[in-house]
Each structure stands twice: as structure tokens, then as C-alpha cells.
């Protein structure tokens, strides 16, 4: 996202050949090489029942995603990607092969559950993987146009406060690209999933209680995983210009709807978008010191999303993104997200001195905060002390 998959004067490691994924429906896990693709896991645990938790773009890599995180359809239900890691290989900087997991190199697994790819190239992860009702799946895209809004904004925030694990919602403000023929003024998107194999009729009792207290414009369902994971593809085609921030908040009372409902009824192009994500659930309960990640406690997490493709819109794009950022940092409670977060200049005291570096070193603090950096400090300086791989959201080993 930040553009750190290629480099100049740099070397890029091609993975794309590592993408083989091996499931173990006994054990109820799933070894993925590293450059494989959320979609190669989907097709891969489909047959099984089984689905492991990622994002919601199928294209996206399985490495970035999980090293820094990793929300989806599935975050309430079963955590981050990164919280169902239980093992990883790795090459480290000096070619060592190295393993990480509960009974080897622990503090490494810790490290690798939101530290991003500062500490080695991860080859395979070994993923808990969860029954799913692939096939008949309870998943719905609720869609408004601009007058319901407001009113379906709030019913929503109502129905989001007192949910089971299993009911994941996503909100997105979008401007439809011309493949969904659905016209160029900018739609609310409520799309819902839910995650358990054993209760659909609760799924469906949810979803229809938000319907009738929101009554949306219109209305799609879909029952297949892999479909549903490719959903929001369409609107993430490959080799666009970008820049995003994010953000976590807990209150969606009036003075931030407004906010929010100025900022999407500005948006009037194809491609940037807005996302709210609904938290909570059972990536809540894993402990904030457990992995690198922040902001546990978050109930909603925004995510501003640019996305354009002409360089002459630079400019205008990326400030409309970090506007809407200021705005709603009033209302932050401080959570930062790696892997939704564009490429920053340098901040801090010495600022004019890292004016020239790929990343913000101060970047790694404002995400981490000062324990949890000191801790990926000490691992990066024990696998990666001469900083080889820093063209990411750098940990510096200083
Ligand atoms: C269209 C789109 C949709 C997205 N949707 C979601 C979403 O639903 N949920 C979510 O959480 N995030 C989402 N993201 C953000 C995504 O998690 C990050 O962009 C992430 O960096 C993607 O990883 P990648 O492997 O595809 O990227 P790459 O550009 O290939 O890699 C980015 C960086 O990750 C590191 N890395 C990647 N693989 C490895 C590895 N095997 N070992 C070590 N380091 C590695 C490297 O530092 C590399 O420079 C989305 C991004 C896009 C562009």
C-alpha cells in the first residue's frame, strides 16, 4: 500500500512462486507459502469447510497482510490474520533459517503478529483455519443512496452495540466504478457476514433486524466464500496511484456522523472510499501486550482509502485524505495500522536529517508506542542489525 513493494537501488524478492498451501483438516491448519495470495487459501480450504482468517481483497498478498495485521471477515469471529499464526519460517537477514512458534523463538512469533516484514522473509506460515459454511454462506451488501445515509448510519450504530463474535459489519462509502453500472454518485455499502456454522437462522435474524431498522435502496446476497471474498475486488485494480490513513474511534454519535457524512458526500470519484470497520468480538479480548498490534479496545476502525490514477491528482487526492484525517482526530483514540497507512515524511527532531530516508522513523512509535517498539528494536537488532530490510514501516535497530 505504501509502495513499498518495489525499490530503487534496492533488491526485490519475488515470491510469487511460494504460494502453495497445504491444508490439514485434522489438525485444523493450513501451511501457506509466503507469496501466496488470500485467494490461493480460499481455494485451498474451500473443499475443507475450512477458512482461514485474512482481508477482504482476494489479490492482496498473505505476507504483508498478516505480518502487519490482517483484518477481514472473520476479525470478530476469530482475531487478525496475525492471531492465528502459530508458526512461521523464515530466511533472516544473514540467510539463516529460522523458526518461529510457540516452542521455538517465541518472541519472534510475537514480533512477526504486527511488525511487519522488518525481521526476515517469512517463507510459510502455519495458520489456524476454522469451520465455515462455505457454500451457503450468510452475506448480505446492504446499499443506500445519499438521503439514507444519516439514518442508516445510525441504526447501524445502534446494531452494532451489543452483537455476537460472529457477526462481522464493514460500512464503506464508495463512487461505483463503471463495471458495477450502478451510476457515479457516491453509495453507503453495509455488507454483513456471518461466521457461524452451527446458527445460521441467528445470522439471519441479525441481518434482518438491521433491514427493518434501515430499510436499504437495495440489496445483494451471496453465499459463496470465495465469491464474497472477491467481492470488493472491482473496486482494487492493480497498478493505481494511492494514498491512505486510518484510524481507530470509539463513539459514532451525531458531531462524528457529521464529519463522516461530509467527508463521503464530498468524494465524487471513482476509486477513493471510506471504510468503517466494526471491532470488538475476539480480536478485542486478545491482551494489548500479546502481539505488536495496537488499539485493541477500538470500537470502529476508519480506513481513507485514495485511490486514483492520474499523477496530476496527487496533490488534491492526498490532501482530501490526510483532511479527512484531521478531522477525525479529535475523536481518535490513538490506534494506527500499518498496513493502512501511505507512506509519511519525516517527522520528529530530526526531521531535516531523515528528510532523505525511505520511511518515517518515528512512524514505528506513533504505531507501536514506546514498549512494544522496545521490544521489536531488540529483535530487529538480533535477526536484522544492519537494517537490510527497512524499505517497509522501518523498526530501526538505532
Ligand atoms: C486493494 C487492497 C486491499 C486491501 N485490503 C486489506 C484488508 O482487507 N485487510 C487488511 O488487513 N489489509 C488490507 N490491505 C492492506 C494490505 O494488508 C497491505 O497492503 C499489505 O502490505 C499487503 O501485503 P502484500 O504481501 O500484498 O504486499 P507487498 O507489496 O508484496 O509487500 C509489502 C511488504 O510486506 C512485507 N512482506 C510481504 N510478504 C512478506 C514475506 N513473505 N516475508 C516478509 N515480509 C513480507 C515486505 O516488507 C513488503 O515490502 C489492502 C491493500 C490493498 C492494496
Not at 142 to 158: G, K, M, N, Q, T
Not at 291 to 306: E, Q
Request: aromatic residues 8%; proline residues 6%; hydrophobic residues 40%.
Amino acid at each position: 500500500m505504501a509502495g513499498y513493494g518495489t525499490v530503487d537501488k534496492g533488491l526485490v524478492i519475488d515470491l510469487g512462486q511460494l504460494s502453495t498451501v497445504d491444508v490439514d483438516p485434522r489438525e485444523g491448519t493450513v501451511r501457506v507459502g509466503g507469496g501466496a495470495t488470500l485467494a490461493d487459501v480460499d481455494r485451498a480450504t474451500v473443499p475443507h469447510g475450512l477458512a482461514v482468517p485474512l482481508g477482504v481483497v482476494s489479490g492482496t498478498g498473505v505476507g504483508g497482510l498478516t505480518l502487519g495485521g490482517g483484518v477481514g471477515w472473520l476479525t470478530r469471529a476469530y482475531g487478525l490474520a496475525a492471531d492465528n499464526v502459530v508458526a512461521a519460517d523464515l530466511v533472516t537477514a544473514s540467510g539463516e533459517r529460522v523458526r518461529a512458534s510457540d516452542a521455538e523463538n517465541p518472541e519472534l512469533l510475537w514480533g512477526l503478529r504486527g511488525g511487519g516484514g522488518n525481521f526476515g522473509v517469512v517463507t510459510s506460515f502455519t495458520f489456524r483455519a476454522h469451520r465455515l459454511p462455505v457454500h451457503e454462506l450468510c452475506a448480505v451488501n446492504f446499499v443506500y443512496a445519499e438521503p439514507h445515509w444519516r439514518s442508516a448510519l445510525a441504526a447501524w450504530e445502534r446494531w452494532t452495540r451489543d452483537l455476537p463474535d460472529a457477526m462481522q459489519s464493514i460500512l464503506t462509502f464508495i463512487v461505483p466504478p463503471p463495471e458495477l453500472d450502478a451510476g457515479d454518485e457516491p453509495l453507503l455499502i453495509l455488507a454483513l457476514a456471518w461466521a457461524d456454522p452451527d446458527d445460521q437462522a441467528a445470522g439471519e435474524r441479525l441481518v434482518d433486524e438491521l433491514r427493518r431498522a434501515a430499510p436499504p435502496d437495495e440489496e445483494e446476497r451471496e453465499s459463496d466464500w470465495v465469491a464474497w471474498q472477491s467481492a470488493f475486488d472491482v473496486l482494487a485494480t492493480k497498478g493505481r496511484r494511492g494514498y491512505w490513513k486510518n484510524t481507530s474511534f470509539d463513539r459514532l454519535d451525531d458531531e462524528v456522523m457529521d464529519v463522516v457524512l461530509r467527508r463521503a458526500a464530498e468524494q465524487r470519484w471513482v476509486g477513493t472510499g471510506i471504510d468503517i470497520h466494526h471491532m470488538g468480538g475476539a480480536f478485542a479480548r486478545v491482551p494489548e501486550d500479546a502481539t505488536p498490534f495496537p488499539a485493541r479496545s477500538a470500537r470502529f476502525w476508519l480506513n481513507i482509502y485514495g485511490v486514483w490514477e492520474d499523477a496530476a491528482d496527487d496533490a488534491p487526492r492526498t490532501a482530501w485524505v490526510r483532511g479527512f484525517a484531521d478531522d477525525m482526530q479529535p475523536f481518535s483514540t490513538g490506534g494506527l495500522y500499518v498496513n493502512f497507512m501511505g507512506r509519511e515524511p519525516a517527522t520528529g527532531p530530526d526531521a531535516a536529517r531523515d528528510a532523505g530516508a525511505p520511511t518515517d522513523p518515528e512512524a514505528a512509535r506513533r504505531v507501536y508506542g514506546s514498549e512494544k517498539l522496545a521490544r521489536l528494536v531488540s529483535l530487529k537488532r538480533r535477526f536484522d542489525p544492519q537494517n537490510l530490510f527497512r524499505l517497509n514501516h522501518n523498526i530501526s535497530p538505532g
